[in-house]
């Protein structure tokens, strides 16, 4: 094996996008990819990752795993990184994966290149592609040492599904310290949609163009219409008109999904700096100048109060004469 | 970690942080001393006043050496584990096309599109 993907379940055994993005992403760079879950593996879990083209699912099993504890859960990795000498692993670029590879980045004393959205091997080892200044600039960067230390930027490598082949589960024990410093004690579920905007595949954002809080509805009705999920821009959230957690841009949520509207949102550069992943863009505003339009794949110029509406009534007529 | 928001109990040296995970808040507990990142959102920023401003442009600036810190400069690249092969500019959008016309019919053009050339409906 020559990188390990660390791999995050979802409900029921299966495999998050991200992860299946970094199962991917591996897969471009290195000769054969095993993935590490934490837990109780459901077979389901290992068929997924099979599918992705994982060789091995590597379970890290004990009590110390069936809490969630960040610290825990990290001396656990490191350990089984050690014994198992992958030459790079790489997470997904998620809050989880973040803050797990960063921890365990310390532990091994290794070399940690965040938020990749590219990468080549070349003689030495991988050069990994990742953004800097908001977008406009790609730095390119070599970890140094072994094990080289990566996150995956979601939505920055399509996922490769081949024919159903299951991943060889491998259970492996590791000695962690008893106590954890960090425990995590509860998980609520999100009380809005906006939280799923890292992994979805359509999302539909309000911008001050629409007037008031009282209107973001319409922004609303066009994401329920698509099966799309809510975003807003940063003026919009500091108003208070949505939560903090709908914040789409550089300063919030960095995403790519296959279709983006942007519906009253003018495009400032921090906010195009959050969106430019995405496979379509398309933008409604009223200005024509708006800077949104030289990123936008569709540009409509007029009143977003009668598009937005005849938007929603088009994609319901849509599916309704697909399904 | 980074937090949405945090309860500190300087008492018992502990502290509750509630974090944002995609689809999910997590509370986390741990005990001091610990690190904590800070989310958009966590709290209202102070901001200085004028006077403020202009006593703080009055302020020494310390410049410590690296070896103040006990850090020898040697052992430091030594210890580098990212290096920087080189800077690129990220490749543009290519222009767009703009819809006009009637909103339902704009409408019924941009579903048509997103369907047939963009491929995502």
């Known amino acids: 094996m020559d990188a390990l993907a660390v791999i995050e379940a979802g409900d029921a055994g299966t495999l998050r996008r ?3 993005e970094t199962i991917a992403a591996l897969r471009q760079v290195a000769g054969a990819v095993d993935a590490v879950a934490f837990g109780e593996a459901p077979e389901r879990l290992a068929d997924e990752v099979g599918a992705c083209g994982a060789e091995r699912l590597w379970v890290l099993s004990g009590p110390a795993f069936l809490t969630k504890s960040p610290d825990l859960w990290a001396q656990g990795l490191a350990d089984a990184i050690r014994r198992l000498a992958p030459k790079s692993v ?5 809050a989880w994966g973040k803050d797990l590879a960063t921890r365990v980045a310390g532990v091994l004393d290794a ?16 050069v990994a592609v990742r953004p800097v200044f908001g977008g406009k600039i790609r730095e390119r960067v070599r970890v140094l040492g072994s094990p080289a230390l990566f996150t995956v930027r979601p939505g920055a490598f399509a996922v490769q599904r081949e024919a159903v082949r299951s991943a ?3 259970m492996i024990s590791v000695a962690v310290q008893a106590e954890p410093e960090v425990r995590v ?5 999100a009380a809005h949609q906006a939280a799923e905007l890292t992994d979805a595949r359509m999302i539909v954002a309000g911008g001050r163009g629409l007037g008031g809080p009282e209107h973001f509805r319409l ?3 066009l994401a329920a219409a698509l099966g799309a999920a809510v975003g807003a821009s940063r003026p919009v959230v500091e108003e208070g008109w949505v939560p903090h957690a709908y914040h789409v841009g550089q300063t919030g949520k960095i995403v790519a999904p296959d279709l983006y509207i942007a519906v009253g949102i003018s495009g400032a550069v921090q906010h195009v700096a959050g969106i430019l992943g995405s496979k379509c863009i398309v933008a ?6 708006a800077p949104i339009f030289d990123v936008a794949d569709y540009g409509i110029v007029g009143d977003l109060f009668q598009i937005v509406p005849a938007l929603t009534a088009a994609i319901r007529q849509f599916k309704g004469a697909t399904e | 970690m980074v937090a949405v928001a945090v309860e500190v109990d300087p008492a018992a040296r502990r502290l509750v942080v509630r974090r944002e995970l995609e689809g999910a808040v997590e509370i986390v507990e741990t005990q001091l ?5 800070a989310q958009r959102g966590l709290n209202t920023p102070r901001y200085p006043t004028l006077p403020n401003i202009m006593k703080a442009r009055r302020q020494p600036i310390a410049v410590m050496p690296l070896g103040d810190l006990g850090l020898d400069p040697v052992g430091v690249q030594e210890r580098r584990r990212l290096r920087v092969m080189g800077y690129e500019e990220a490749p543009r959008r290519a222009a767009g096309q703009r819809l006009s016309g009637e909103p339902a019919e704009v409408a019924r053009e941009l579903v048509a599109r997103l369907h047939r050339e963009a491929q995502v409906l």
């Open chain 1, 284 to 289: 409604i505003n009223h200005d024509p100048s």
């Open chain 1, 111 to 126: 070399g940690l290149a965040d938020d990749v959205v590219a990468w080549e091997q070349d003689q030495e080892g991988i």
């Open chain 1, 185 to 189: 004690t509860g998980v609520e579920a």
């Open chain 1, 219 to 221: 922004v609303e009705e």
């Open chain 1, 90 to 94: 790489a997470w997904p670029g998620t």
């Open chain 2, 33 to 37: 001393p610990a690190v904590v990142g």
């Open chain 1, 168 to 170: 060889r589960v491998e």
């Open chain 1, 18 to 20: 991200s992860s299946q």
